[in-house]
């Protein structure tokens, strides 16, 4: 099977990205970074605003536009309520991230078994996963990215330009900016190009140059396009909202400088590889190729560099880092392979026991999470959850025995099948756990007409009823509409405005809109409350 799986690299990492999550992704409830991008993608279907994005009828510039226009084609395609489908992009770009690394591998001169080690290291690691749903525009922006370096690698390894790579490098450019503006130029694109001076050494002439950084510039200008149009379209409106992100950088989420530097943990089950190595000094002497794990170190280490000197901090933007430090864990773990059973010291074979023993346990023990949710277990679920158990039993009894015989390629492969098995056959069980009072709003009866809503209702919520909620109180203060009679949703109960609206109406109380899936992470903000207004 591992043979089956080298020979066809390419199509293996996408269908394992494919099987993993491309039926079972929707599972998961749709968080407020992706629900604005639905709803944005919503918009541009029904109002037809491709280019002055909008989000609740109200402009949305915040983000370019590149990734909800391919969710709205999904979405025009299979229907706005899919989230599966809506998800599917980003689910595709996964896989992108992971054939970008491994066709960039074979391109470092690494072996075709090694690159394809790296891609599924990358496409395994938690928050590649993890950020298609919690920032889907960064999936994209980081995806482009890495399809660009590909072309740029070549070029300045070949010292070449030709017109098929200048193409594609400056569109895959273009696409990166026009997903999430400038980040992945500064987090992925720049410690690579410091990264591949100093193991690499640039080599070419003045011209070869030149034109590299004639099509960065086009690259970066193109992708530029819409920020450009927005601002002359509607300047004022570009502005503030320009002002509010900026200061956002110096003044929001503010952490200290070392707040990045446990990194390697959001890898997931690499957390240990990923450690071992970054370790420079133990792996150096026994990698296969020593310039390429410095450019991939010192790119990972760099990346992490740039993003600690921004005072903003938050977990999901390390995402990027996660690419190059699959090369890094790439490394560790080829050379696991290749001498593992030659190793001796119980310093360097204890980690290893430890990392993929210890996977080899959760994947026996997955049965024990019937006592926690048995009780919702039926029918077809039911049997789900018993094919998950079994398999997952096999996996990890397989798992000691390939530890014993000291075969780690065998056992990097079934952990590769322990991830692909949760993600086919147990994050569809995630359905089954909702709480006791979750009511979605899309259940509301859309014959009563317009919503119209008071205090902040969340993104989650107004792509869960499927349509605008048009807001009663503006900058410009409270809004009365002219229906004698309308339905309000509000997040909470405002003393003030309701005060000021009880003069004029008599509010009653209809039903408790609870979008919270699970008691776990349990969010007020998804609690609403509907009342019927009637004009007094």
Not at 70 to 98: D, E, K, Q
Request: glycine fraction near 6%; proline fraction near 5%.
């Amino acid at each position: 099977m591992i043979k089956l799986l080298e020979k066809y690299p390419i199509l293996s990492l996408l269908l394992f990205v494919i099987v993993m999550l491309g039926f079972t992704i929707d599972s998961i409830p749709v968080s407020i970074m992706e629900a604005r991008n639905f709803i944005s993608a919503r918009e541009m279907l029904t109002d037809n605003s491709w280019i002055l994005t909008t989000m609740n009828g109200e402009a949305r510039y915040q983000k370019p536009p590149l990734p909800t226009w391919i969710t709205s084609v999904f979405g025009f395609i299979f229907g706005m309520n899919s989230v599966l489908a809506l998800r599917w992009p980003a689910i595709l770009f996964v896989a992108g991230i992971g054939i970008s690394t491994y066709l960039l591998s074979t391109k470092l001169e690494l072996s075709k078994s090694h690159g394809l080690i790296n891609g599924f290291i990358a496409i395994t690691s938690f928050y590649i996963i993890g950020i298609t749903i919690e920032a889907p525009w960064d999936i994209y922006t980081h995806g482009f990215m890495l399809m660009a370096l590909y072309q740029l690698f070549i070029m300045l390894k070949d010292q070449k330009t030709s017109v098929l790579r200048s193409l594609l490098f400056v569109l895959f450019l273009a696409g990166s900016v026009l997903s999430k503006g400038p980040v992945s130029l500064y987090v992925l694109f720049l410690p690579f190009i410091i990264a591949y001076g100093i193991a690499f050494r640039y080599k070419g002439d003045i011209l070869h140059f030149l034109k590299l950084i004639s099509l960065l510039v086009f690259g970066i200008v193109l992708g530029g396009w819409w920020y450009m149009h927005v601002r002359v379209a509607d300047p004022e409106t570009f502005l503030k909202i320009a002002e509010r992100e900026t200061s956002n950088w110096s003044s929001y989420n503010v952490r200290p400088f070392y707040y990045y530097w446990s990194f390697f943990i959001q890898s997931g089950i690499w957390t240990i590889p990923a450690l071992i190595s970054l370790i420079y000094p133990y792996l150096k002497p026994r990698v296969s190729n020593l310039k390429t794990y410095q450019f991939s170190f010192l790119w990972t280490i760099l990346a992490v560099v740039l993003l600690s000197i921004i005072p903003e901090k938050k977990s999901r933007y390390l995402m990027p880092v996660l690419i190059p430090l699959a090369y890094n864990i790439g490394f560790y773990i080829e050379y696991l392979i290749r001498e593992f059973k030659n190793l001796k010291s119980k310093k360097e074979t204890f980690p290893v026991y430890f990392q993929f023993g210890l996977i080899g346990v959760l994947a026996c023990l997955f049965g024990v999470s019937y006592f926690m949710i048995g009780k919702d277990l039926s029918g077809f679920t039911l049997i789900r959850f018993i094919v998950a158990v079994i398999l997952l039993l096999i996996v990890g009894a397989y798992i000691f025995k390939k530890l014993q015989s000291k075969n780690i390629k065998s056992v990097f492969y079934l952990i590769i099948l322990f991830m692909m098995s949760l993600g086919f056959f147990a994050l569809p069980l995630a359905k089954t756990q909702a709480q006791v009072k979750y009511k979605p709003v899309s259940e509301l009866n859309k014959s009563y007409g317009t919503i119209y809503s008071l205090g902040g209702i969340a993104p989650e919520v107004i792509y869960n009823y499927g349509d605008k909620i048009p807001p009663l109180k503006t900058e410009e203060g409270l809004v009365i509409p002219k229906e004698k009679e309308f339905k309000l949703l509000t997040d909470k109960k405002n003393p003030e405005d309701f005060k000021k609206i009880s003069k004029l109406y008599n509010i009653k109380h209809i039903e408790t809109y609870d979008l919270n899936f699970s008691n776990k992470d349990y969010k007020s903000r998804l609690v609403n409350e509907l009342y019927k207004l009637t004009l007094k």
